[in-house]
């Protein structure tokens, strides 16, 4: 029994995305579980035959060989012209069909129509994305306006969360990217926007008492609202 075979099958019974390690670890749970059989059946007095060599040799597999499997997968259906493949998110890895087929996918789901988000909203969801954790008085500062309606349109939709409080006075809560926004987007995670590194590292300015002025936020609202336009058209390359 083939290793690709064994994590294709994993995949495909499970109902939510799976790790390499944590197929790995299932791969030698139930070798483990094999193997005390094996020795039940020895202590009990019967003379069970051995397990198989195919069986044996999974018991120490690692991430690796099941990456090596993925790809092996992978290979094979680019190969075969298939539908679908396997592409790895944030939760880890999953079967997504391929974007040329969209349209037909989309019809399983005649209640649910595309949304796309305000430029506005995009904007402050790139800030966030970019500069999490983030507080609402960082965002407005470096948006230059009240961001409290962008914030809750991306609450609702469940692409940004409330991740905790920030170590400042008054204890502002602190705004972070869900699951379903790396999902959206085709990402791992956040290294994998474009620009990460560059954009990561760019000063913002400081939330103040008064209004910062405008004209030293607009360089960085504009660069937040390019990047995000480049990543909203990446989500167009495969549909799940």
């Not at 994590?7 to 995305?17: K, N, T």
């Not at 991430?63 to 094979?76: M, P």
């Not at 991740?163 to 995670?189: C, K, N, Q, V």
Request: charged content about 30%.
């Amino acid at each position: 029994m083939e290793l690709s075979l064994i994590v294709e099958a994993l995949l495909i019974a499970s109902s939510e995305p799976l790790s390499a390690d944590e197929l790995a670890r299932l791969v030698r749970a139930r070798v483990a579980e094999a193997e005390d059989v094996h020795q039940r059946e020895t202590d009990d007095g019967d003379a069970p035959a051995p397990l198989p060599d195919w069986m044996t040799h999974l018991a120490t597999v690692d991430s690796a060989e099941i990456l090596a499997a993925i790809q092996q997968l992978n290979d094979s259906y680019l190969e075969s012209g298939r539908s679908f493949a396997l592409l790895e998110r944030a939760k880890g890895w999953k079967f997504y069909t391929s974007a040329q087929y969209g349209d037909f996918v989309r019809q399983l789901f005649p209640g649910r129509k595309p949304e796309r988000l305000s430029g506005p909203a995009m904007e402050t969801l790139a800030i966030v994305a970019y500069r999490q954790p983030i507080t609402k008085a960082a965002i407005e500062a470096v948006r230059g306006v009240s961001c409290d309606g962008m914030l809750q349109k991306l609450l609702d939709r469940d692409l940004v969360r409330i991740g905790g409080r920030a170590d400042l006075p008054g204890r502002p809560l602190l705004y972070e990217t869900t699951e379903l926004f790396y999902e959206h987007f085709g990402i791992r995670s956040i290294d994998d926007l474009p620009n990460a590194a560059e954009l990561r590292k760019v000063k913002l300015p400081e939330p103040a008492s008064e209004t910062v002025e405008y004209s030293e936020q607009l360089p960085l609202a504009a660069v937040a609202t390019v990047a995000a336009v480049a990543v909203s058209e990446e989500d167009q390359s495969e549909e799940e």
